[in-house]
């Protein structure tokens, strides 16, 4: 069977008929009543969203109102429709219906008179519905004009098609805002999805008065589809989640926690992490999150405990790992959670495992997400599973956390000095003695570190789990997270005890936190690690290479006073002291608590 | 596409038309049009239009369109176009 979420519109034209009769021989659908009142020819666009209704289990009946008099028929001749009785009206207009655009020469102050006229007559519809029919109303938003005959202009312009297009937007946005039976079908993106090129088809409007291509036609009916599943509850609620090579790189069975690829430090982590956060949003809007993985249940649960992981346990509404069929723990999670499968949807980086589930149990939607996970998230969205009717105070119990996040924003305005703007940033810092899950990557910025890095020396992995293990040597790691998201593991120091003095061998740090003040944290670290020790100073270096200037001064910067100069250095070499009695802790801005000792 | 000749298009065709006209038995030759075959009326050939046009691969302009009165004319337009190509 084509998969109608995702098949292309040629798939479905050509085998319409034949896709009909499977589709409609199914059993238990419910009926829904849908007029169609539109500005162009529909019954192409019907025939298309018919089927997917059906797809959805709704077996529609279509009323479409004759061409163009979708306002005669909404306010002032609504005899057929008042005999047809919606329960929905869909309102499918574009922007080649627009009756008030602005002449060119129209001033800023007077655009919002037109505004108000384009409006008048869709609330003068929408009155009508409302009193006659009491039934949803969908009606889309405009698309931008596919000829913006003002060019650039166009869009600034208070004469210009495209900045009209904008304004009534808004104001449509508004009033679905006021009006509890108005929906608004967001053309506007759903157009930018498709591409205006391939949105109009002038031949076929010239010759049929239709107005889309089928592609747009294809993509408009799938957008109503899942309106329409949303208004009667039927909207996707679980997402279920596999979790080796989906919601992490590797396998954690054979590679460990510190073994799987997730955070920022490749490509293919950031992708991982990327999915996780998709998946946090969509739990923060409502949606549950599931596991149902192949794997050792104790050992599965250990990827949410590395630090990188954006999916904590808690975010996990159920957990199903172990070695049983996954159909069968998608069963078991359903009466768990008490939701019917047909609210699921199954994501599984292998092929196999869909398949199965597609076959064992059809009413999970199974989308063909592939193995590439950086195209999840668009994947996951092109099927519209989780289309929202309204939004309620339930469905974003966090929203502290965005009003948190929104102020960035106003906050962005001005700041007295530069502490203040340091201190909104709400930075976090992680500073401890270096753990196993952080050999490969501290390895890796030893070696491509060129800028901030005091002595540019190079280690290997297996030099820096040596060094780690020796009691001698402190491998101090900094990971700093702000308000715009997590940096990551951003700094390493490595520090060498000789005698009562602690010498600085390595001192690096990451370009994408410069001037954030985390340097002055690290060297409160290392200070605390020098006076639990015993130590009375600290010793640096910096050796100069063509690429470190930057920090030929942040010895002294740091309150580190000139040393003797020593005879083996590189030339342009200098030496920096630093007496522990006297130090007082430096970080100002940054939130971090006291190194922890075991 | 290989061996394209009047007879072969016109085979193509069969399946298409079957379709769009919603008659697993019809069967159209070069002199059937809208006035002498049932079911094929504006919105069937809307439907016809954009499966031969997807299948074959062509795309027919505005007066071609208006020039295509039967079966024959748009087996002879979608030799033409194909061999333009």
Known sequence: MTDLNTCRAEDILLRRRALRRELAAREGLSDVRIAVLSGSTTEQFCAILELLLLDSGFRPEFHQGHYNRYYEEAVLDTSE???FKPDIVYLHTSSRNIQHQPTIDCTEANLHTFVDEEIARWQEIWDSLQQTFRCQVIQNNFELPATPVLGNMAAVAPGGDARFVQQLNIRLAEEAGQRQTLLIQDSHSISAQVGLKHWFDTDRFFSYKILHTPEAQLALARSLASMVRAIYGRSRKVLLLDLDNTLWGGVIGDDGVNGISIGRETPEAEAYTAFQQYCLALRERGVLLAVCSKNDDAVARTGFTHPDSVLKLEHISCFKANWEPKHENIEAIARELKLGVDSFVFVDDNPAERAIVRAQLPQVAVPEVGASVSQYPAIID?????EPAT???EDFQRAAQYAANAQRETQAAKFANYGEYLDSLDMHAEIAPIQPVYFERVAQLTNKSNQFNLTTRRYTQAEIEALARDRSHVVLYGRLTDRFGDNGLVSVVIGRQEADTMQIDLWLMSCRVLKREME???????????KERGLKRLVGRHLPTPKNGMVAAMYPGLGFARAPHEENLPEGSSVWMLDLDSYAPQTKHIHRPELAHA | MPDLSPDTVLQDLQ???QE???DQQIVVTRVSSAFNTPNWDSLAHIDLIEMVELHFKVKFALGELH???NV????DMIIEKKEDD
Not at chain 2, 72 to 75: A, K, Y
């Open chain 1, 520 to 530: 002055n944290a690290m060297l409160d670290a290392l200070v605390e690690e020098a």
């Open chain 2, 20 to 22: 769009a006209l919603n």
């Open chain 1, 391 to 393: 939004l309620v105070k």
């Open chain 1, 81 to 83: 429709l008042q005999a």
């Open chain 2, 67 to 69: 020039e295509m009165k």
């Open chain 2, 15 to 17: 399946p298409i038309f």
């Open chain 1, 382 to 386: 092109a099927g519209r599973y989780f």
């Open chain 2, 72 to 75: 024959g004319d748009m087996v």
